[in-house]
C-alpha cells in the first residue's frame, strides 16, 4: 500500500527542488531502466497533445530531508525499502524546462511549478522482479538501456539517465554494487552478462571465469541451475561479510 501520509502532502511541494530517481534492474540479459510513459490529452478533443517518458521523480515535500524525498519516490514508485540508493548529481541548468511539450504539460497540470527547477540525481539498484505495481502509475515499465535512442524523454532525463548510467560504471569499479542487480543466487555467465551490458563490451568467458575464482567473496555452491533448456549451471553467493574481510581483492574484473 502506498503511503497516505505521503500521498496527502502532495499539495505542500517545494516549487523549484525535485529528486529525480534512476532506477536500474537487469533481466532478460539487459540492463533496464525504470520509465514512466508521460501523456497529455486534450480535455475537449481528447486529442493527444504529447506522449515520452521520465524517470522516477517528484519535488521535495515541505520540511523533508532529500534524501527522505528520494526514499518517499522510491517507496511509492516499487513498493521497496532498503535498497541501493545514492545521490550522484545535482542537475540545475536554468533551461531543464525550456522543452515545448514540457511547458505544455507545466501549464497544464502543474502550473505552480516553478521556472527554474533544481533536481538532486538519486541512482537505485533493485531486483526487477521484487517491484510492485504502482497502481497510481500504471503505465510505468522496464525499458532497456539499449532502447533509450528509441525513445522522446521529457526534460532533461536523457542527460540524467547517462549521468546515472556513468555513476553506475565507476561505481562498480570501486564497490560490489553489481550485486544489488543480480538474484541472490547467480551464475558466472548472468554475471558476465551484466557486465557486458553495462559497459556495452563483450567479455572472453574463460578469462572471466577465472578472474571469478580468485576471488573469495564470490562463492560457489552446491547446486546447479533448474528448469534451465542447456546444461545447468553452478550457481554463486556473493558474501557481504568474506568481502568485508577481503577488501583488497581486485573489484576491477573488465580493465
Given at each position: 500500500?502506498?503511503?497516505k501520509y505521503?500521498?496527502s502532502?502532495?499539495?505542500?511541494?517545494?516549487?523549484?527542488?525535485?529528486?529525480?530517481?534512476?532506477?536500474?534492474?537487469?533481466?532478460n540479459?539487459?540492463?533496464?531502466?525504470?520509465?514512466?510513459?508521460?501523456?497529455?490529452?486534450?480535455?475537449?478533443?481528447?486529442?493527444?497533445?504529447?506522449?515520452?517518458y521520465?524517470?522516477?521523480?517528484?519535488?521535495?515535500?515541505?520540511?523533508?530531508?532529500?534524501?527522505?524525498?528520494?526514499i518517499?519516490?522510491?517507496?511509492?514508485?516499487?513498493?521497496?525499502?532498503?535498497?541501493?540508493?545514492?545521490?550522484?548529481?545535482?542537475?540545475?541548468?536554468?533551461n531543464?524546462l525550456?522543452?515545448?511539450?514540457?511547458?505544455?504539460?507545466?501549464?497544464?497540470?502543474?502550473?505552480?511549478?516553478?521556472d527554474?527547477?533544481?533536481?538532486?540525481?538519486?541512482?537505485?539498484?533493485?531486483?526487477?522482479?521484487?517491484?510492485?505495481?504502482?497502481?497510481q502509475?500504471?503505465?510505468?515499465?522496464?525499458?532497456?538501456?539499449?532502447?533509450?535512442?528509441?525513445?522522446?524523454?521529457?526534460?532533461?532525463?536523457?542527460?540524467?539517465?547517462?549521468?546515472?548510467?556513468?555513476?553506475?560504471?565507476?561505481?562498480?569499479?570501486?564497490?560490489?554494487?553489481?550485486?544489488?542487480?543480480?538474484?541472490e543466487?547467480?551464475?558466472?555467465?548472468?554475471?558476465?552478462?551484466?557486465?557486458?551490458?553495462?559497459?556495452?563490451i563483450?567479455?572472453?568467458?574463460?578469462?572471466?571465469?577465472?578472474?571469478?575464482?580468485?576471488l573469495?567473496?564470490?562463492?560457489?555452491?552446491?547446486?546447479?541451475?533448474?528448469?534451465?533448456?542447456?546444461?545447468?549451471?553452478?550457481?554463486?553467493?556473493?558474501?557481504?561479510?568474506?568481502?568485508?574481510?577481503?577488501?583488497?581483492?581486485?573489484l576491477?574484473?573488465?580493465?
Amino acid at each position: 500500500m502506498r503511503n497516505k501520509y505521503t500521498l496527502s502532502l502532495m499539495g505542500t511541494f517545494i516549487p523549484n527542488i525535485s529528486v529525480d530517481c534512476v532506477i536500474f534492474g537487469f533481466s532478460n540479459k539487459c540492463l533496464n531502466i525504470l520509465l514512466t510513459k508521460r501523456e497529455l490529452r486534450d480535455e475537449e478533443s481528447n486529442k493527444i497533445l504529447l506522449t515520452d517518458y521520465t524517470v522516477q521523480g517528484h519535488h521535495v515535500l515541505q520540511g523533508e530531508n532529500v534524501n527522505d524525498a528520494a526514499i518517499r519516490v522510491l517507496k511509492d514508485k516499487t513498493g521497496l525499502e532498503d535498497i541501493f540508493l545514492e545521490q550522484f548529481y545535482t542537475f540545475g541548468n536554468t533551461n531543464r524546462l525550456v522543452k515545448e511539450h514540457d511547458q505544455l504539460w507545466l501549464r497544464k497540470k502543474f502550473p505552480m511549478v516553478s521556472d527554474h527547477v533544481v533536481s538532486i540525481g538519486f541512482c537505485a539498484l533493485v531486483d526487477g522482479s521484487k517491484i510492485l505495481p504502482d497502481m497510481q502509475h500504471p503505465e510505468t515499465t522496464w525499458i532497456p538501456i539499449s532502447e533509450l535512442s528509441k525513445l522522446e524523454l521529457g526534460f532533461d532525463h536523457k542527460e540524467v539517465i547517462l549521468k546515472a548510467l556513468d555513476f553506475l560504471r565507476q561505481k562498480i569499479r570501486l564497490e560490489p554494487i553489481i550485486f544489488e542487480l543480480l538474484p541472490e543466487k547467480f551464475t558466472i555467465s548472468q554475471m558476465q552478462q551484466l557486465y557486458e551490458t553495462i559497459f556495452g563490451i563483450t567479455l572472453d568467458r574463460r578469462n572471466f571465469k577465472k578472474k571469478i575464482g580468485l576471488l573469495e567473496y564470490i562463492i560457489p555452491l552446491k547446486e546447479k541451475q533448474h528448469g534451465v533448456p542447456h546444461k545447468p549451471a553452478t550457481v554463486y553467493i556473493f558474501s557481504q561479510e568474506v568481502y568485508n574481510l577481503t577488501k583488497k581483492e581486485k573489484l576491477d574484473l573488465i580493465f
